[in-house]
């Protein structure tokens, strides 16, 4: 067998000047000089044992083994752009750094499941979770921070994909000694003269259940108030008050505290994934990304 004496380069050179028709161009389009060009190519028609161009004054042209070359040269380029290409997304699956940036009641319920399964996979990718309000968190992903986020903010975002996973209801908490606990269901309406506990109006929560019910003429008042639903959580279980929160806030088996459905009206959220739309996501993000998508359609099937 004889041995293949020529370059990545080589071909390249033979390709740009084959589609260019000019040493000029083609050397501008590689950002090398005319002179470095042509020593590519003679050695690639050296290597080859024949002519590939033939050089006029005023253009070039392809010898009719050059036409033969040229796709097979272009079929070899793309092999190998697509192995190395391959080879780059192996290699990322096997190390790096995934950042998700997601609201605390997500990243407690829904990521460790699925990066539980991306561990399994992909053992030498180590995962970072941003748990963080709803603004905050989606601050990250929109900085490029976080590679991709899960969020109920995002959807009136330009450059963000906000791709929906679940709706969630506001329900409303309460300790399971409360005269209410037996309940089905609340009407907003019934709160109203109830001294509540909920998060502070910077919350992302916060602003979307009171615009949700700005229409009723008598709305509960909060009286105590904490930054994260953990701490709301902790005024409950103290007896100071009832809590409007998402159903992820509060796991079904608490042994002081239940939650009921909220109605007329009834409000949920949208939990979704975000990303950017300009940014594609890297090897080790999509892979955990798709893994939350398909727990989303297997959820809702």
């Given at each position: ?10 071909l390249q050179a033979f390709i740009a000047t084959a589609e260019k028709g000019s040493f ?144 969630e209801p506001y329900r409303l908490v309460l300790r399971r000694d409360h005269p209410w ?88 959220r949208v939990l979704a994934l975000i990303r950017r739309r300009d940014r594609a996501l ?20």
């Amino acid at each position: 067998m004889s041995r293949i004496n020529f370059a990545l380069e080589d071909l390249q050179a033979f390709i740009a000047t084959a589609e260019k028709g000019s040493f000029r161009v083609a050397a501008e389009t590689l950002h090398i000089s005319q002179p470095a060009l042509s020593r590519r190519i003679d050695k690639l028609e050296k290597t080859l044992g024949s002519r590939l161009l033939e050089r006029t004054t005023r253009r070039v042209e392809m010898t009719h083994v050059g036409r033969q070359f040229l796709e097979e040269a272009r079929t070899a380029l793309d092999i190998l752009d697509s192995a190395v290409f391959r080879l780059g997304d192996e290699a990322a699956l096997r190390r790096g750094l995934v950042t998700v940036a997601a609201i605390p009641s997500a990243a407690a319920h829904l990521l460790p499941d699925a990066i539980s399964v991306f561990a399994a996979r992909h053992p030498g990718v180590r995962v970072r979770v941003i748990d963080e309000s709803a603004n905050a968190a989606l601050s990250s992903v929109l900085s490029g921070e976080s590679d991709f986020g899960l969020n109920f903010m995002g959807s009136q975002e330009p450059n963000i994909e906000f791709r929906p996973i679940r709706t969630e209801p506001y329900r409303l908490v309460l300790r399971r000694d409360h005269p209410w606990a037996d309940r089905k269901s609340v009407a907003w309406a019934d709160l109203a003269g109830q001294r509540m506990a909920g998060v502070s109006r910077q919350s992302g929560n916060r602003a979307l259940i009171e615009n949700a019910i700005a229409h009723l003429e008598q709305r509960p008042t909060i009286y105590y108030e904490a930054n994260h639903v953990v701490g709301v959580l902790a005024l409950v279980e103290a007896r100071l008050g009832m809590a409007v929160l998402p159903g992820l806030a509060l796991p079904r088996d608490h042994p002081r505290l239940c939650a009921i459905a909220l109605i007329e009206p009834a409000v949920d959220r949208v939990l979704a994934l975000i990303r950017r739309r300009d940014r594609a996501l890297q090897p080790a993000a999509k892979a955990l990304f798709d893994i939350l998508t398909s727990d989303a359609e297997m959820s809702t099937d």
